[in-house]
DNA sequence: TAGAGAATGTTGCTGATGTCAACATCAGCC
DNA sequence: GGCTGATGTTGACATCAGCAACATTCTCTA
């Protein structure tokens, strides 16, 4: 038996997070505040920072989390499949599908300021994630459903097709119902198989190795 | 000559509006604030509500105004080509290079929390930059390098396509520098030319009236 | 041309927030 | 039993959005 109220909490973070997320998909980021975290979790405004370093780090941990319930939908979106081209499509409408689910906290996963090298636990389980689709494509080009050469292009032209309808949807930009939009997506999956089929693969310049992965883009207005 | 510094300051709504754009580029949603705003226009902390009833409604009247400058870079790109088909790709990698320009802004533009009803000009002035895009595939249709039918999912998909590039890119999520970006995007804009050749356009569903429009997903959290 | 009323700008306030500093309580170990 | 570090609390400060009351100026009409 947990006792009743403590001074020591006993598993507060676990508990601050949960709460976070909640309120992420109740309010969005917008209205997100540390205090009310710490409300619903029944501490003090402060007993959060003995947790989380400030506001910043409490959201990166709620994107991480996020990200790994992706991760997951994602993986079981796509093991529906017969085939391994069926299976990255499915994975791609469990994409935007979660997007739909949870538009405010896939909001925060995307879309947050930016951080400081030091939350990087989000950018971790965040390549997790793009691991999964790189890994349906990879099997795609061994079934021959999609043409050899480096997977990366492929990968990314498909994240930033699903990513985009998410965006669009969940911004309320698409002129279709939630159902109209996922049937948009199978649409949209199926297009790209069979226009991705016998693509001409990209020069060397895309090819170029992750690593050069830039800090950020960070462009500065002129 | 414009007064030294009258009581009235005569042109503020434009001054604020201009202060507004450049403290977005300079800081983001997140550092936005309504008083710093003032402040860069020289005035007290509440002038700003004689012009915009809160900070919502200011932050949306800057996405309109992001919107404008976002066809102008549309119709500018696409206009330098030869072909419709042409003018489609350039006008999509247009539409990146902003995103990749203006990243704070962008980031507003589209995800802002959601406009009131009252906000309504952004909504307006981003329907006209799709119908910009829209025009360019209803041309690219009639000259034959794109399948004939409806225009409009076809138009979503090159929407999708390029929305989600300039949102991985500019939420640092593309392992490409900014050249790499742009490269990328020439690339995807000729896939998607060659894939959508010969494409089997969507049934009926895909195709219901834009009035069908959703108000917003706004999906709950279970 | 004078003055009334509407615009526009200012000062001062309230309630909320993020975060710091100081203090209180508790767990585990000697 | 007492010390030390971890965890939680109280109180404070600066800043912010937005309201209310007041000041100044413009415009329009009599």
Redesign the pocket.
């Known amino acids: 038996m947990p006792?009743k109220r403590?001074?020591?909490?006993?598993?507060?973070?676990q508990t601050l997070l949960d709460a976070g997320v909640a309120l992420i998909g109740e309010v969005g980021p917008k209205g997100?505040?540390?205090?009310?975290v710490?409300r619903r979790a029944?501490?003090?405004?402060?007993?959060p920072?003995?947790?989380f370093?400030?506001?910043?780090e409490l959201l990166a941990v709620i994107a991480a989390e996020g990200f790994e319930r992706l991760a997951l939908a994602m993986k079981q979106s796509g093991a529906e499949g017969g085939t391994a081209i069926d299976r990255l499509r499915l994975c791609g409408c469990g994409y935007v599908d979660f997007a739909l689910r949870w538009p405010q906290h896939f909001l925060v996963m995307f879309d947050l300021p930016a951080a400081p090298e030091d939350y990087s636990s989000r950018e971790i389980v965040g390549k997790n994630a793009f691991q999964i689709l790189l890994d349906f494509i990879i099997d795609s080009q061994k079934e021959g459903s999609l043409p050899r050469g480096d997977p990366l292009p492929l990968a990314l032209i498909a994240w930033s097709l699903v990513h985009g309808i998410a965006k669009l949807a969940t911004s309320g930009h698409l002129p279709y119902t939630l159902g109209q939009t996922l049937d948009f997506t199978r649409w949209v999956s199926q297009a790209f198989v069979s226009g991705m089929k016998h693509l001409k693969m990209p020069g060397t310049r895309l090819t170029v190795s992750a690593k050069k992965r830039p800090a950020r883009p960070s462009v500065k207005c002129a």
Do not use: C, M, Q, W
């Not at 403590?6 to 973070?13: D, E, F, Q, T, V």
């Open positions: 006792p403590a001074y020591h909490h006993g598993n507060l973070r997100f505040t540390i205090r009310e710490a029944g501490v003090s405004h402060n007993a920072y003995r947790h370093r400030d506001k910043g």
